[in-house]
C-alpha cells in the first residue's frame, strides 16, 4: 500500500474495516482522527533509518574485501584487553560520585529551560531559582561535610554516613 | 489562548504549609548534623525532629481554616486532607519520641534518621492533598524513597540490607505500574485532574482502557498498603527493617495510600471498583491471617497482621460512599495507632541489634515486666477488635457499612478471618503472661521519651474505642469532599455495570 492510500485510509478515519463489535470493544474515541497523520513523518524516518542501515550493511558485506587478522576478529572492548576476570574489585566510591554527579547534573540541566523563559517569569522566578539552588546547596554542604568527596579518605570524618 | 498565571499566590504557599514546614525542618536538620558527633546528633536532631512534626500540626490547624484548591488545582485542601495530615503529623512525632531511644540503643547516627522520616512525611501528606495524579505520583515517590532508605537503616546488619534492597526493587517495580495507569487514564480521559476524570467517567460512556487504568494504579497502590496479592515483600522487609521505621511504614504511608486510594476510587468514580476490591480484600484478609498463624517472629507476626487489616479496611472501599469513606477513614486511624503502639513495645524489648523478637523472647514478660506486657496487650486486643480498644468501633463500622452495601460475603469472610487473628494475637498474651520465662534477665526500663510515645499511642487507642463519635462525626463530615452531594445517593458503580 501505498503512502498515499495509508493516508487517505487514516483520514476516512480508523475504524471502519474492522466489524462493529470490535470497533465498540476497542475504544479510541480520546484520539485524534488524524493520528497516523501526525506521526507519519515519524514512520517514514523510522524507515528511512533501517533503509540506510541495512543498505550500508548489505553493500559493505557484498563488495568490501575481508581480510581477517586475529586481533580484528577479537571483540573490541574501547581499548582494554577484553579477555580477563569479570569480577575484578574496584572502590564502591566509583557509585557515590556516580549518583552524586547525576544528582548535580540533573540541577544543571533544570538551569536551561529556566533561562529560557526567564523573562517571562520576571522576578519570581529569577528568585524561585535561587531557592532552588540554596536547597540544592544543602545537599552539597551536607555530602561536602560527609567527607563524600574525599577520594583518599578512608572513611568519613565525622562519623560515618 | 490567556497567558496562563504562572506566578502563585500566597494562598497557594497556605495550601503546602505543613509539607513545607516538615522539608525546611528536614533542611535544617541535614546542614546541622554533620557539624555534629554521633551523641550530640542524635539528641539535637531528634528534639528538631519532634518540634518539627508539632510545628507541622499547627501548620495543619492554620491550614484548616482556609480550606480551596491551590497550585493551579493540583492540591486540594479539605478536611478530608485535613483528617490525613493530622493522622500522619501526630504519627511522625509519636514515631520520632519512639526512636529516640532505639537510636542510641543500636548505636546508629541520627540525623539522616530523622531527615528522611520528615522528608517521608512530607510526601505522604502532599498524598493526601493532591488532586492531579502526577503530583501524587511525585508525592508517592517522595514517601517511598525515604521509606527504602529508612528500612536499611541498621546498616550493620545483613538482614536490614535485605530488607532495603527487596524493598526498593519491588517498590519501583510496583510505582511503575501506578505510573503506567496514570498513563492510560490520561488516554482514556484526556486528563490527570481527578476531578476531571470523574467528570469523564461520571458522563456515562467508559472506555476499556479507563478499567485497565485503574487497575493498572490499584497494583502500584495495593503493593504500598501491602494488599494481598501484592504483598509478598512485607514479612521480608518488616522483618529486617528497624523497628521505629516498620512502625512509620506500616502505618503513616498506608495511611496516605488510603487517601489516594480513597480518591482516586470515590471521586473519580473508578469503574469497576467493587470487583477489584472484593477479590483484594477477601485475598488480603485469609492470606495475611493463614500466614500469621505460623509465624514465630513477632515482627514477621505483625508484618502478615498488617496485611490482614489492610485487608479489612479494603471492605470499606467497596461499600457505599457515605458509609465506606468514613470507615475506611476511622479504620485508618486506629489501626495506626494501635499499630504503632505495638511496635513501640517490639522495639524496646528487641534490645541492642534487635535479638528478642521471637515469640520464646517474650515467654515470661508478663513477670518481667508487667507494665510493657500490659500495654502490649492492650494493643493486641485493639488489633483483634475488643470492644473497648479503637480495634472494635473501626471493625464495626467497616463491616456495618459492608453490609449496608449488601456485600455479605465479603463481610462473612471478613468474620471468619476476624476469629481466626484472635488466635495468633492471644498466643502471644498467652505467652508473655502463662510461658515460663527462659531467661530473666531484667528489661531495660522504659526511658521517658519512649513512654511518651507509649502514653499517646494508648491514650489514642483507648480514646477511639470509648468514644469514636467525634472523629466518625468527622469523618463523616469529609465524604461530601470527596463524592459530590448529587452523587451521593446514586447507585454504586460496579458488578451490575461491569459488561
Same mark, same amino acid.
Given at each position: ?69 586475529? %586481533? ?75 567527607? %563524600?568527596?574525599?577520594? %583518599? %579518605? ?8 | ?21 516538615? !522539608? ?25 525532629? &519532634? +518540634? ?28 478530608? =486532607?485535613? $483528617? ?8 511522625? @512525632? ?7 531511644? /532505639? ?33 501524587? $505520583?511525585?508525592?508517592?515517590?517522595? !514517601? =517511598? ?45 484526556? !486528563? ?10 461520571? !458522563? ?46 506500616? *502505618?503513616?504511608?498506608? @495511611? ?9 476510587? $470515590? ?8 470487583? &477489584? ?16 498463624? +505460623? ?36 479504620? *485508618?486511624?486506629?489501626?495506626?495507632? *494501635? ?13 541492642? #541489634? ?22 502490649? *496487650? ?23 457499612? @459492608? ?21 495468633? /494475637? ?42 469514636? #463519635? ?21 447507585? +454504586? ?7
Amino acid at each position: 500500500m501505498c503512502a498515499q492510500c495509508l493516508t487517505l485510509f487514516a483520514l476516512n478515519s480508523s475504524l471502519e474495516c474492522f466489524p462493529n463489535s470490535v470497533a465498540n470493544y476497542i475504544d479510541l474515541a480520546p484520539m485524534p482522527d488524524n493520528y497516523f497523520v501526525r506521526y507519519l513523518p515519524l514512520l517514514i524516518h523510522f524507515l528511512v533509518a533501517v533503509g540506510f542501515a541495512s543498505v550500508v550493511v548489505t553493500l559493505s558485506w557484498l563488495i568490501g574485501y575481508r581480510r581477517p587478522s586475529r %586481533a580484528k576478529m577479537s571483540p573490541y572492548e574501547c581499548g582494554m584487553t577484553p579477555i580477563g576476570d569479570t569480577q575484578s574489585r574496584f572502590s564502591v566510591k566509583f557509585y557515590l560520585v556516580g549518583m552524586l554527579f547525576i544528582l548535580f547534573d540533573v540541577e544543571a540541566v533544570f538551569l536551561y529551560p529556566w533561562a529560557v523563559i526567564l523573562r517571562k517569569l520576571k522576578m519570581f522566578g529569577f528568585w524561585e531559582m535561587f531557592v532552588y539552588i540554596a536547597i540544592f546547596l544543602v545537599g552539597f554542604f551536607y555530602i561536602w561535610k560527609k567527607g %563524600a568527596l574525599d577520594w %583518599a %579518605a578512608p572513611s568519613a570524618k565525622r562519623g560515618e554516613v | 489562548m490567556n497567558p496562563i498565571q504562572i506566578i502563585p499566590h500566597a494562598a497557594d504557599y497556605v495550601r503546602i504549609l505543613p509539607e513545607l514546614v516538615l !522539608s525546611v525542618f528536614g533542611m535544617i536538620i541535614m546542614l546541622i548534623d554533620p557539624l555534629l558527633d554521633d551523641r550530640r546528633s542524635r539528641s539535637l536532631s531528634g528534639a528538631l525532629a &519532634l +518540634v518539627g512534626s508539632l510545628v507541622a500540626i499547627i501548620a495543619t490547624w492554620m491550614q484548616s481554616q482556609s480550606p480551596g484548591l491551590g497550585f493551579w488545582n493540583m492540591v486540594r485542601v479539605d478536611s478530608f =486532607s485535613i $483528617f490525613f495530615h493530622f493522622l500522619i503529623a501526630s504519627i511522625t @512525632a509519636i514515631v520520632i519520641l519512639m526512636s529516640y531511644e /532505639y537510636m542510641s540503643v543500636q548505636e546508629i547516627r541520627g540525623g539522616e534518621y530523622y531527615g528522611l522520616i520528615l522528608f517521608g512525611a512530607c510526601g505522604m501528606m502532599l498524598m493526601s492533598s493532591a488532586v492531579e495524579l502526577v503530583l501524587v $505520583f511525585i508525592a508517592l515517590e517522595i !514517601s =517511598s524513597i525515604s521509606t527504602y532508605v529508612l528500612a536499611g537503616f541498621r546498616r550493620r546488619a545483613a538482614i536490614s540490607a535485605e530488607s532495603s534492597v527487596k524493598y526498593f526493587l519491588l517498590g519501583s517495580f510496583a510505582t511503575g505500574f501506578f505510573l503506567y495507569g496514570v498513563a492510560l487514564m490520561f488516554g482514556a480521559t484526556g !486528563s490527570t485532574t481527578i476531578d476531571a476524570i470523574g467528570n469523564v467517567l461520571r !458522563s456515562g460512556h467508559i472506555p476499556v482502557l479507563a478499567y485497565m487504568a485503574i487497575a493498572f494504579m490499584f497494583v502500584g497502590l495495593g503493593f504500598k498498603v501491602a494488599a494481598a496479592p501484592f504483598h509478598i515483600w512485607t514479612p521480608d522487609v518488616y522483618e529486617g527493617a528497624p523497628s521505629p521505621v516498620v512502625a512509620f511504614m506500616s *502505618t503513616a504511608p498506608k @495511611a496516605a495510600v488510603f487517601a489516594v486510594l480513597l480518591r482516586v476510587l $470515590f471521586e473519580a468514580n473508578a469503574p469497576g471498583r467493587i470487583w &477489584l476490591i472484593w477479590v483484594t480484600a477477601a485475598l488480603s484478609m485469609t492470606l495475611g491471617n493463614i500466614g500469621a498463624l +505460623v509465624q514465630d517472629n513477632v515482627k514477621r507476626l505483625l508484618a502478615y497482621s498488617s496485611i490482614a487489616h489492610a485487608g479489612y479496611l479494603l471492605v470499606a472501599f467497596a461499600a457505599l460512599p457515605e458509609n465506606g469513606i468514613p470507615a475506611a477513614m476511622f479504620y *485508618t486511624a486506629a489501626y495506626a495507632f *494501635t499499630n504503632i503502639g505495638a511496635f513501640a513495645v517490639v522495639s524496646h524489648f528487641g534490645g541492642a #541489634g534487635e535479638r528478642r523478637v521471637t515469640m520464646e523472647d517474650y515467654a515470661g514478660l508478663g513477670k518481667r515486666s508487667p507494665l510493657l506486657a500490659a500495654t502490649l *496487650t492492650l494493643f493486641l486486643l485493639s488489633l483483634i477488635g475488643i470492644p473497648m480498644t479503637a480495634g472494635f468501633f473501626a471493625k464495626f463500622y467497616v463491616f456495618s457499612a @459492608a453490609i449496608k452495601a449488601n456485600l455479605v460475603g465479603l463481610t462473612v469472610i471478613g468474620f471468619l478471618n476476624s476469629a481466626i487473628a484472635a488466635y495468633y /494475637y492471644l498466643r502471644i498474651i498467652v505467652v508473655m503472661y502463662m510461658r515460663e520465662e527462659r531467661d530473666d534477665s531484667p528489661v531495660a526500663p522504659v526511658p521517658f521519651a519512649l513512654g511518651m510515645a507509649l502514653a499517646l499511642s494508648l491514650f489514642a487507642t483507648m480514646y477511639l474505642g470509648i468514644l469514636p #463519635g467525634r472523629m466518625l462525626d468527622y469523618a463523616s463530615s469529609s465524604v461530601s469532599d470527596l463524592v459530590a452531594p448529587a452523587m451521593q445517593t446514586m447507585p +454504586v458503580q460496579g458488578i451490575a455495570q461491569v459488561h
